[in-house]
């Protein structure tokens, strides 16, 4: 766990509980805690601050927000009461703007318990002992508040009454409109009907060209045709005089298509529009165009030349596009750069837990003999999964294996494993191997085995009690009473640190009479871990 992390975790746990919201009224981040205040709505799913608040709030709420985003500075309620169940709760309440994003502004909302839950029927407490003068004094705070609520719900009545108005006669005035833009309508519709006459006549002149071209490039075409390279002929004005068997794979060519503008014709590719610029750029400089295109859905690559199209004396008569596949090529080197990024990635994660670990280690041990015995055992536990999940190429390890590390480090022996075969991902295996090799350094150091005849024994099933879960049984056998640590040292920080963060699971122990018993459960999760079938490799 990175230290801006922690940071982040502490704050949340010991701050106020609060949302962000932005000028829509919609939550963008919860802190926790936030459950008392807000609950899901019926109905619909919302984000909206006002629909989720609890009743009692929601008044106060709605006017200390609308106050907040028009002035742009805190508001707060004081003494806010609302219900939970059959108890009232008082709060404070406290909107600010958050950040300096004056163009989409975002607000916090601080929620902080006055007191503590009381009775529907029970008073609220005074802050002396109850006299007459704290009570009037409430009483003026409510009823001036109650005023100041009354004025704002007036406000935004008239408000409302008004923009109602507004938007009547922008209706009236948009039918007006509509009203004219139906009658033009009628109107292009006749000149579109001449229109597609006319393009009609004009089509037909153009297949009947096609046809006397196709007579004329029959060998032309079987030739290309057999280089399989997508290929297709424009003259300046980007008709296509000539395409291959290939480039259908790339546009929706057929043979009518001949004499027909390619921006017509819908193609395959990502970004067509640059396609057209390219051609045109061609058609007008005469220099050749190359760049990498890909196809809609990001499955195939070509590398595209528009090449100029000259006839000799006569000069540019148009373009030549070609097509050639390169996803072998792109894929590649999409894989090599996903390589360095995955070690760049993990080269990091190595470094900040190793850094935490010397920092803690290094914190909880009074020698330099202790820090290194201590440091290094958990370096050369992570050393030691780090080769397994690269000798399965950063797969899926398998938790025998896990485990295999730390036993042939401790006792080989003397700790016996049994469970279902279940493959841990790379970043889930090494929270599991530090977690093992804290339990095998403690029971080497004080456990069972710390004695000639002690053994351990790792059992682990799938359970479903709630949910599905992996439960996991470290049971040492001692022979004698093993006693409970007076304080929590770093290595059962550790273990529930690496269980929680990375495996999103928790251990209890339990001390006997024969020693220490573990259970670990970890919520099944494929991001963590599978369960393979009992005969998979």
Avoid: C
Avoid at 344 to 369: C, D, F, G
Wanted: charged letters at 25%; zero cysteines.
């Amino acid at each position: 766990m990175s230290p801006s992390r922690s940071t982040t975790t502490w704050a949340e746990r010991h701050a106020p509980a609060h949302v962000v919201v932005d000028r829509d009224g919609d939550i963008l981040h919860y802190s926790p805690r936030t459950g008392k205040y807000i609950e899901p709505a019926t109905g619909m799913p919302t984000r909206h601050l006002l629909d989720m608040a609890r009743r009692g709030l929601r008044l106060d709420l709605r006017h200390a927000l609308n106050e907040a985003m028009e002035k742009r500075r805190p508001v707060e309620r004081l003494n806010v009461a609302f219900e939970i169940d059959d108890r009232v709760q008082n709060v404070n309440l406290l909107i600010e703007p958050f950040g300096d994003n004056a163009g989409d502004p975002l607000f916090l909302v601080l929620f902080t318990d006055v007191g503590a839950p009381r009775r529907a029927q029970e008073p609220q407490q005074e802050s002396a002992a109850g006299d007459e003068d704290g009570a009037v004094k409430r009483l003026e705070t409510e009823l001036r508040e109650t005023r100041e609520r009354l004025q704002s719900s007036i406000e935004e009545y008239e408000s409302g009454v008004e923009e109602l108005n507004s938007t009547n006669e922008e209706l009236q005035s948009m039918n007006e409109e509509l009203q004219s833009t139906n009658e033009e309508l009628e109107t292009s519709k006749e000149e579109l009907q001449s229109v597609n006459e006319e393009l009609q006549t004009v089509n037909s002149e153009l297949i009947s060209k096609m046809e006397e071209l196709d007579r004329s490039n029959t060998d032309l075409k079987n030739i290309l045709d057999s280089t399989q390279v997508a290929t297709i002929f424009l003259d300046r004005n980007m008709i296509i005089r000539n395409f291959t068997s290939s480039a259908t794979a790339i546009f929706n060519l057929i043979p009518t298509d001949l004499g027909r503008p390619l921006t017509d014709i819908v193609s395959r590719l990502e970004g067509n529009g640059e396609l057209n610029q390219d051609i045109g750029s061609v058609l007008e400089k005469g220099k050749l165009v190359e760049r990498r295109v890909r196809r809609a859905g990001g499955s195939t690559h070509y590398l595209m030349r528009v090449i100029p199209y000259s006839a000799g004396p006569s000069g540019l008569e148009g373009a030549l596009v070609t097509f050639v596949e390169v996803t072998a090529l792109v894929e590649a080197e999409a894989h090599q750069k996903s390589l360095v990024e995955e070690l760049n990635h993990r080269v990091r994660n190595v470094l900040t837990i190793v850094n935490a670990i010397a920092r803690q280690t290094l914190a909880k041990k009074r020698s330099p003999a202790d820090f290194a015995d201590a440091f290094m055992g958990r370096i050369q536990a992570m050393s030691r999964t780090y080769t397994l999940v690269s000798r399965e190429g950063w797969g899926e390890v398998e938790l025998k294996e896990i485990l295999g590390n730390e036993v042939a480090a401790n006792g080989k022996q003397r700790i016996t494993a049994e469970g279902p075969p279940v493959a841990f991902r790379p970043s889930a295996a090494l929270a599991l191997s530090l977690v093992f090799h804290e339990l095998a350094t403690n029971a080497t150091k004080y456990g069972a085995l710390s004695t000639p005849k002690g053994r351990v024994a790792v059992r682990w099933a799938m359970r479903a009690a709630s949910a599905q879960a992996l439960v996991l049984t470290w049971d040492e056998n001692a022979g004698r009473a093993i006693k409970k640590p007076s304080a929590k040292g770093f290595g059962l920080e550790l273990i529930e640190r690496e269980l929680k963060s990375a495996l999103g699971g928790t251990i209890k122990f339990n001390w006997g009479s024969r020693g220490l018993k573990a259970q670990i459960s970890i919520p099944a999760d494929p991001r963590r871990f599978n369960v393979r079938p009992a005969n998979a490799n």
